[in-house]
């Protein structure tokens, strides 16, 4: 505890050994820095890693489709998720500050005044006998905590790198968002050709049936063929409901990825600019790691984590705080401000734990614990990055030989669908033939849209596997 003094500087010299103080500080713990991090020596299924990334490119370079791009600024605008994440960033903003001003010495002050009545019977009053008196003063408080151990300056670092984590996880949700947005709009293109595929089917089918209804009534044909082309008809039919139900829910879901209530979507344009690339390329293995934004936020929650050491075991240890009070006393209001009432005090205080029954052994422990836990969070991070270009890679390899399979596959039911009309018609064969076709072009047909599809979303998924979308 400091003495008391009426308005005396010499206590000032106590004060002489306060820079010896901050020379003798140390730092606890050990120093935040990135994790080391092995690397493969390329991604998987990349022939060409030294070249240029894909996910170098900026998004609108990458998604060229003017409605997809309007809905991607949208939702970069709007969407809730992303919102949210610019106000996490602004929390973590506000702590760092907050961190900061621990630096810094505490000032407060108060101001107040009080009457007191004394008990006769009880012997409390003044010399002067009067029971009353009076009490007045405006008083000023400091307080500066000494960084002795570090504890300060750990905490300041855990807070700015808390802040970093914030923001590259915002710039994850920002890729995400575009990817969800962009692949999401693919699905609804595909469910579009899928209705008009069946459409066309239901159209070609029906006018099967007026034909095969003829042939019947003209003797040709029978109840049994009429009835197998009125099922195949059927087929495309129902598929038209189902498809328009699946185009309203993506429809729906990408509205709510644009932050508004659910309503049509507006669509045009061809998406093939987006699957001009035959081949893409995934960069330096290195690279990856530092585009990836939630690999840099997995890197400074680790740095994070790591600070948060030095935290815990500077509180197990006795901390220096420099203490001063001074202000005016009085007992008459009159002469408060006086010179005479002026009183102040000043003197360090060191205080510590004696005995916490292994408190803060127990939080320097846990707090090496979630080190060890956001390192095993940052090695996670990072092999889950090459395992989704490595995929993304292959299969927008294998969706391009799955189209071209396909698209042969299609063009043969074609022929056999066309040959099989024509002899039902000539009489050669039964309209077995023709159901056995039609059926086989219209799934062929369903599942090349299908086929495209996805090479397009892999597409998308190498874009956002490769870190792409956020700078």
Request: charged fraction near 25%; aromatic fraction near 4%.
């Amino acid at each position: 505890m400091g003495s008391t003094r009426l308005l005396n500087p010499d206590p000032m010299r106590k004060l002489s050994i306060l820079p010896l103080l901050l020379l003798s500080s140390c730092v606890l713990g050990p120093q935040p820095g990135s994790p080391e991090t092995s690397t493969p020596d390329s991604i998987r299924g990349d022939h060409s890693p030294h070249g240029a990334s894909f996910g170098d490119k900026s998004w609108r370079k990458v998604f060229q489709n003017s409605s997809m791009r309007a809905l991607i600024e949208r939702a970069l605008t709007n969407n809730p998720d992303l919102v949210a994440a610019t106000y996490r960033i602004e929390q973590a903003r506000a702590r760092a500050v907050a961190a900061r001003a621990d630096w810094f010495p505490q000032l407060n002050g108060s101001t107040g005044g009080s009457a007191n009545y004394g008990s006769p019977n009880a012997g409390q009053v003044a010399p002067n006998g009067d029971r009353t008196s009076e009490s007045y003063d405006i008083t000023g408080l400091l307080s500066w905590e000494l960084d002795l151990w570090g504890g300060i300056r750990r905490g300041n670092e855990s807070a700015r790198s808390q802040l970093l984590a914030a923001q590259y996880q915002r710039d994850a949700v920002q890729t995400s968002l575009i990817a969800s947005v962009a692949a999401a709009y693919i699905e609804l293109k595909n469910l579009d050709e899928r209705l008009a595929i069946s459409k066309r089917t239901a159209e070609s089918r029906r006018a099967s049936l007026g034909l095969v209804t003829s042939l019947r009534d003209g003797g040709v044909s029978s109840d049994l063929e009429v009835g197998q082309a009125e099922a195949l008809l059927g087929q495309a039919l129902t598929a038209i409901p189902i498809t328009e139900k699946a185009i309203a829910a993506k429809e729906n879901e990408i509205r709510a990825l644009l932050g508004d209530f659910p309503a049509s979507v507006a669509r045009g344009g061809s998406l093939d600019g987006l699957d001009s690339s035959l081949h893409i390329r995934g960069g330096l293995p290195a690279s990856l790691l530092a585009r990836r934004p939630d690999i840099a936020a997995a890197d400074q929650a680790y740095q994070a984590a790591v600070a948060e050491i030095g935290v815990a075991e500077a509180l197990r240890l006795p901390t220096l705080s420099l203490t001063g009070s001074g202000g005016w006393v009085s007992a008459e209001l009159d002469n408060l401000l006086e010179g005479k009432s002026g009183a102040y005090s000043i003197g360090p205080r060191l205080a510590g734990p004696i005995f916490d029954a292994g408190r803060g052994k127990a939080r320097v422990d846990a707090a090496k614990a979630r080190a060890g836990e956001a390192l095993a969070a940052h090695d996670r991070a990072a092999k889950q990055a090459f395992r989704e270009a490595a995929d993304a890679i292959n299969a927008h390899v294998k969706a391009g030989q799955l189209i071209t399979e396909q698209s042969r596959l299609v063009d043969a039911n074609r022929k056999v669908a066309n040959v099989a009309a024509e002899r039902f018609q000539g009489g050669a064969s039964s309209y077995l033939e023709v159901l056995d076709a039609e059926r086989s072009l219209f799934t062929s047909e369903l599942e090349l849209a299908d086929a495209r599809r996805d090479r397009l979303l892999a597409v998308v998924q190498a874009y956002r596997a490769l870190g792409g979308g956020w700078k």
